[in-house]
């Protein structure tokens, strides 16, 4: 198991455009987790599914925002009609319930928006 | 509202002395406590956590020390290396609810030869 992959690592979309991210997790955590971090902050918790219910949503995440987990497997972040402040740094992260402090990050999907 | 705080954005440190990153935090109902370390194009990897029950733990090099009545808590490394320069990311959890991680804006390390 390579770890927490994410694709594509790097996306620059024109303003208004919309862009999926894709998280494949490592296979045995049931856990999912999507962060987002802008510059000099800490990840900010986005959404989280365990298996294929999605649990929690921040209120951060607005309605031009939808993830999904279908099969309970990877998960994708799907971004509508996006705006220049959705620029940031997209991270997945996995774990075991129970412990998610222990989650294992991807190398996230740096997306510019222009 | 930064429920979980690191002053210093960052921190030099010579080669092989002691770094001291340090974590405030406000909300009394966390009860599980963490640091992160990132590499540059690289995600957060979990460094080393500590439950309220504790006031140390201790894994290797690194230490983290809790003082509840301070919100207070912090990272040694002892001693420092050239691998330990990164972002260190304090994190919280709260009481029941290991799903919930917040993390903050984070220190840069540098360790000077």
């Known amino acids: 198991d390579t770890g927490v992959s994410q694709n594509p690592r790097h996306k620059i979309t024109k303003r208004g455009q919309n862009v999926t991210f894709r998280c494949d997790p490592i296979?045995?955590?049931?856990?999912l987790y999507w962060y987002r971090q802008t510059l000099g902050q800490g990840p900010e918790f986005l959404t989280y599914?365990?298996?294929?219910?999605?649990?929690?949503k921040s209120r951060l995440l607005s309605d031009r925002f939808s993830a999904e987990r279908p099969k309970g497997s990877f998960s994708t972040l799907e971004i509508q009609r996006t705006e220049q402040g959705d620029s940031a740094m997209y991270l997945c992260?996995?774990?075991?319930?129970?412990?998610?402090?222990?989650?294992?990050f991807g190398q996230g999907t740096r997306l510019t928006v222009v | 509202d930064q429920q979980v705080k690191q002053n210093s954005p960052s921190l030099s440190v010579q080669e092989g002395r002691i770094s001291i990153l340090n974590c405030d935090y406000t909300?009394?109902?966390?009860?599980?406590f963490l640091w992160y370390k990132k590499y540059p194009a690289e995600g957060p990897t979990f460094l080393i956590s500590?439950?309220?029950?504790?006031d140390k733990n201790e894994d290797g090099r690194f230490t983290v020390f809790l003082n509840k009545s301070a919100k207070h808590l912090s990272l040694h490394i002892v001693p420092s290396q050239p691998g330990d320069s990164a972002v260190y990311f304090c994190?919280?959890?709260?009481?029941?609810?290991?799903?919930?991680?917040?993390f903050g804006k984070g220190t840069r390390l540098h360790i000077l030869p």
């Open positions: 992260a996995s774990s075991l319930a129970g412990q998610s402090g222990r989650a294992f």
């Open positions: 296979s045995e955590h049931n856990r």
């Open positions: 599914f365990q298996n294929e219910a999605q649990l929690e």
């Open positions: 909300n009394s109902m966390f009860d599980y």
């Open positions: 500590i439950s309220s029950i504790k």
């Open positions: 994190a919280a959890s709260p009481m029941n609810r290991d799903d919930k991680i917040i």
